[in-house]
């Protein structure tokens, strides 16, 4: 069965970075896009950007362009999102999905969240 | 960037009842939308993708409408398990956007 592991909850500095792992595992690795979002506590959902597993490319939101980094090990069958000169609002779960049809945008499998806050 | 609007933003209904979710677009859309389905607590559930077509496994009472920028979620004959957050999202262009979410509570 398809399943995806995120790396847990992390305590980050603001200006600092962050790096969130995503295992994914029952399914071709390479047939399908990651994505990465978020959710502040109590609030919607935020995308981020992808990565194509094939080609190692990557779309990101533009709001995150310059601090947001997404890059994939194929041998590991991993993905990895960082992000950089965090801020208190960067507090947020984070989370990786799979792309549902491997390149259509939307998404099937979800990762279980990785909390990520920002505090002094 | 496509904004998308849902409304309303909380939802009091009871069990039995047929409730409608709107979405709508700032530019059309084509149908390139989907819906989810999350509960406290939990990660999106996908239930209707290209508008209209049901995800594989989710219950018939639900059913998507809708193409351009005006888009419903329909949930008939509500169940104590359908009791959530709604969310629907375009995927006709990046930045991927969502909705602020509708909140389906129990009157």
């Known amino acids: 069965q398809v399943e995806l592991v995120q790396s847990g909850a992390a305590v980050a500095m603001p200006g600092a970075s962050v790096k969130v792992s995503c295992k994914a595992s029952?399914?071709?690795?390479?047939?399908?896009?990651m994505h990465w979002l978020r959710q502040a506590p109590g609030q919607g959902l935020e995308w981020m950007g992808l990565i194509n597993i094939i080609a190692g490319s990557t779309t990101y939101a533009q709001q995150f362009q310059g601090r947001l980094t997404v890059t994939r090990d194929t041998s590991t069958s991993t993905v990895y999102m960082e992000l950089g000169r965090l801020g208190f609002n960067d507090t947020a779960v984070y989370y990786c999905?799979?792309?549902?049809?491997?390149?259509?945008?939307?998404?099937?499998?979800w990762g279980q969240g990785a909390l990520v806050t920002v505090s002094s | 960037d496509v904004q998308m609007t849902q409304s309303p933003s909380t939802l009091s209904a009871s069990v039995g009842d047929s409730v409608t979710i709107t979405c709508r677009a700032s530019?059309?859309?084509?149908?390139?939308l989907v819906w989810y389905q999350q509960k406290i607590g939990k990660v999106p559930k996908l239930l209707i993708y290209?508008?209209?077509t049901l995800e594989s496994g989710v219950p018939s009472r639900f059913s998507g409408s809708g193409s351009g920028t005006q888009f419903t979620l329909t949930i008939s004959s509500l169940q104590p398990d359908d009791f959530a957050t709604y969310y629907c999202q375009q995927y006709l262009n990046y930045p991927l956007t969502f909705g602020g979410g509708t909140k389906v509570e129990i009157k």
């Open positions: 999905a799979r792309d549902a049809v491997g390149t259509v945008d939307y998404f099937d499998y």
């Open positions: 290209r508008a209209s």
């Open positions: 530019e059309s859309i084509g149908t390139w």
């Open positions: 029952g399914y071709s690795f390479s047939s399908n896009f």
